[in-house]
């Protein structure tokens, strides 16, 4: 059974930065992709950032591109999302992903496992 646990939220200005963490367990993770995606209030679910495990391939949203990294420690099992330059609009619920595949997921649909979100909030 896949566990994925977020942490690294919180309250931070514009223009600050974050890091998320999301610890993984279960399964061995170098035949899957993982991802981070974000919901902020009355909004869809909207992807924000993908990796896959084996190799540390990466694709970006354009509204995080150049603000925001994914990466993983292989030695850890987590998953990690630097924040930088906040903005007050990348307020959200952030969610941890995981899909049983060799690609690159870039549709919040196509993730199988889910973390239960961290809480990002940038004021103005």
């Known amino acids: 059974q896949v566990q994925l646990v977020e942490s690294g939220g919180g309250l931070v200005q514009a223009g600050g930065s974050l890091r998320l963490s999301c610890a993984a367990s279960?399964?061995?993770?170098?035949?899957?992709?993982m991802g981070w995606v974000r919901q902020a209030p009355g909004k869809a679910r909207e992807f924000v950032a993908a990796i896959i495990w084996s190799v540390g391939s990466t694709y970006y949203a354009d509204s995080v591109k150049g603000r925001f990294t994914i990466s993983r420690d292989n030695a850890k099992n987590t998953l990690y999302l630097q924040m930088n330059s906040l903005k007050p609009e990348d307020t959200a619920l952030y969610y941890c992903?995981?899909?049983?595949?060799?690609?690159?997921?870039?549709?919040?649909?196509?993730?199988?496992?889910w973390g239960q979100g961290t809480q990002v909030t940038v004021s103005s």
């Open positions: 992903a995981a899909a049983q595949s060799m690609f690159l997921q870039r549709n919040s649909g196509s993730y199988d496992y």
């Open positions: 279960g399964r061995t993770f170098s035949s899957f992709s």
